[in-house]
């Protein structure tokens, strides 16, 4: 196997990771808009809210996320474990960007959204223009901004038998899926939430790509989606993934992250070990690494 890694963890705006490829179209929708303030949610140390926070700050546009310690599905319950540093990490940069941080009780993904669309309705009873981006960064937009950095391998000319990262809110896989759809490259994103019914919400969103730039339908089958690495829960990291943490620490002095980038590397190394996975094989490296100085 010959390993290559696309580090988006070193895309440099505020401290790296994939968001900031969605950023830039998010941000020029927001200003399009003419919205003045901007609402998300995310884990507490979510990477997407930290590089929300920065480019709003660059572009004059207030930024207020709800977040919680450790959002759970409806489903699983709240796993039990010790919680990050509150102050460290993500939620340090939080601060220094001046994101307005809303801190809610624990509670289901749903119940955050909620306290998303709690906080968008008190700037608008304000008077103040909203823009609402989805968890993660994941709308149609989010997907686009993904399909283009799958444009930007392809014009390298390097070619793969796989692209391999970790996958969440999906508007990374949907974006790669669409753009490597009908090639030899297969795109397969490590879960990092125990939720296999996933494929289908990437499917809906990118039905949604679709309406806004066309290109290929794709149903919940066609996203190669493993959820062997997730470990415990979303959110909490695993043994696997800190061995893989460890092991490209030592070899090649890169850092992952442990609630995702981790957890995605570890499903690489456990597939090219079984010989699952051969040939020419991109390690997508999503970032994350300011998570890395929130552990307990
Ligand atoms: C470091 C890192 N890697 C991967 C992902 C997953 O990307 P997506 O949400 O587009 O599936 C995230 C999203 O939160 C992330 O922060």
Redesign the pocket.
């Known amino acids: 196997m010959e390993l290559w890694i696309k580090r988006d963890?070193l895309t440099g705006f505020a401290m790296g990771?994939?968001?900031g490829r969605?950023l830039e179209y998010l941000i020029a929708d927001a200003l399009a808009q003419r919205a003045e303030v901007v609402v998300s949610c995310?884990?507490m140390q979510?990477?997407?809210v930290r590089q929300l926070g920065a480019a709003c700050a660059c572009f004059g546009l207030r930024c207020a996320c709800a977040v919680m310690q450790l959002p759970f599905p409806k489903e699983t319950g709240r796993p039990s474990v010790a919680p990050m540093r509150a102050v460290s990490g993500n939620v340090l940069l939080d601060g220094l960007v001046g994101l307005d941080l809303r801190v809610f009780e624990d509670g289901t993904w749903e119940e955050l959204d909620e306290r998303a669309e709690e906080v968008a309705r008190e700037f608008e009873a304000s008077g103040k223009k909203v823009c609402r981006i989805p968890?993660?960064?994941?709308s149609w937009l989010?997907?686009h901004a993904?399909e283009q950095a799958g444009r930007e391998l392809q014009v390298s000319g390097e070619v793969f038998d796989w692209i391999v990262?970790?996958?969440?809110?999906?508007?990374?896989?949907?974006?790669l899926a669409r753009a490597f759809f009908g090639s030899s490259t297969r795109v397969l994103?490590i879960a990092?939430d125990p939720e296999p019914e996933m494929t289908g919400d990437f499917a809906e969103l990118n039905e949604s790509v679709c309406r806004q730039m066309g290109g290929p339908s794709l149903a919940p089958e066609d996203f190669l989606f493993n959820l062997d690495y997730v470990g415990a829960a979303y959110g909490v990291p695993s043994e696997a993934g800190n061995e893989a943490i460890s092991f490209l620490a030592r070899t090649e002095g890169i850092f992952l992250?442990p609630?995702?980038?981790g957890k995605?590397f570890a499903g690489l190394m456990d597939l090219a070990r079984r010989k699952a996975m051969e040939g020419r094989v991109l390690f997508w490296h999503?970032?994350?690494?300011p998570?890395l100085f929130a552990m307990p």
Do not use: E, P
């Open positions: 963890d990771g994939n968001k969605k995310g884990a979510s990477n997407f968890i993660g960064g994941s989010g997907a993904f990262f970790a996958s969440s809110s999906g508007s990374t896989q949907t974006g994103g990092c992250d609630i995702y980038s995605g999503t970032g994350g690494t998570a």
